[in-house]
C-alpha cells in the first residue's frame, strides 16, 4: 500500500494555476522531503492533500482511500506563522486537540487522552511548560507543541509545513530524531523542507516540486545536481563537497 497517491492534481488561485499535473506515488515507510524553491507549491501541496482547498481537481488517497479528517489517521503540523499565537490556550491544551479524531471535537478528553498529551510533551522536552500560555513561549518551542500535538494523534501519516524553520540546531535535531523514530516504527512522513544541505542525511525519499512534479524518488537516485538545477534554475548554484550536491 502506497502511503500517498496524488493523481492529476491542479490547484488555482484567481484563475491563476499554481499547481499543474502533480502524479506522485510514494510508498509507506518513508521519510519523504518536499523540496523546491519559494512559490513552487509546496504548502498548497499539503493543503490540497489533506482538503484544506476548494479550488482544486484531480484525485489523492493516503493508504489507498480518500482522506477523510475524522478517521484520525494523518497528523498535521502548519507553518508557524499561519498560527494565531495569541491564542488564549495552554500548550497542553494544544496538544489535548490531537485527541480529537480519536474522541470528537465535543466529546470530554478521558484520563487517557490527558495522559497521552503530556507523555507527548515529554517526548519533545516540553512537560515543564504544559501550562504556560503558548503565546509566552519561544519559535523553537511553539513548534515543538505543535509535534507533539501531531505525535498524541498516534497517526500512521504525518505532514509537517518547514518544521525547522526559525528553529535553533538542538531543536532541529530533537525533531529530526524523532521523525526518524517514526519512520522507523513504519510510519510515513512527509516534509517541507529548504535546507538542502541536510537532505541526504535526513531523508529516504524526495519530491522535487515547481509547481508541477520535476521528479520523485529515493534520496540517491533522485536528489541529483541535474534534478536540483530542473527544479530551481537560475536561482540555485551547486558545487560537491566531498561527493555531496551543496
Do not use: C
Amino acid at each position: 500500500m502506497e502511503a500517498l497517491s496524488v493523481e492529476q492534481l491542479q490547484v488555482a488561485y484567481d484563475k491563476k494555476r499554481v499547481l499543474t499535473n502533480i502524479n506522485v506515488n510514494v510508498p509507506t515507510g518513508q521519510l519523504t522531503a518536499i523540496i523546491g524553491p519559494n512559490g513552487a507549491g509546496k504548502s498548497t501541496l499539503l493543503k490540497a492533500i489533506l482538503n484544506q482547498l476548494q479550488n482544486k481537481q484531480g484525485a489523492v488517497q493516503i493508504l489507498g482511500k480518500p482522506y477523510k479528517p475524522k478517521e484520525g489517521i494523518v497528523g498535521y503540523v502548519p507553518q508557524r506563522n499561519a498560527v494565531d499565537w495569541d491564542f488564549p490556550t495552554t500548550a497542553l491544551d494544544v496538544v489535548l486537540m490531537g485527541r480529537y479524531g480519536h474522541r470528537g471535537l465535543l466529546k470530554w478528553m478521558t484520563k487517557k487522552d490527558h495522559q497521552k498529551a503530556f507523555d507527548a510533551l515529554a517526548s519533545v522536552n516540553m512537560q515543564e511548560f504544559a501550562n504556560r500560555s503558548i503565546g509566552q513561549l519561544s519559535g523553537g518551542q511553539q513548534q515543538r507543541v505543535f509535534l507533539a500535538r501531531a505525535l498524541a494523534q498516534d497517526a500512521q501519516v504525518y505532514f509537517l509545513d518547514e518544521p525547522f524553520a526559525g528553529v535553533d540546531v538542538a531543536t532541529e535535531k530533537m525533531i529530526i530524531d524523532i521523525l526518524k523514530g517514526l519512520r522507523d516504527e513504519g510510519k510515513s512522513i512527509f516534509v517541507v523542507h529548504h535546507d538542502l544541505q541536510t537532505v541526504e542525511d535526513y531523508f529516504d525519499y524526495t519530491v522535487l516540486l515547481n509547481e508541477t512534479i520535476v521528479a520523485a524518488g529515493p534520496i540517491k537516485p533522485t536528489f541529483t545536481a541535474e534534478n536540483l538545477q530542473k527544479t530551481y534554475g537560475g536561482r540555485l548554484v551547486l558545487f560537491e563537497k566531498e561527493g555531496v550536491v551543496v
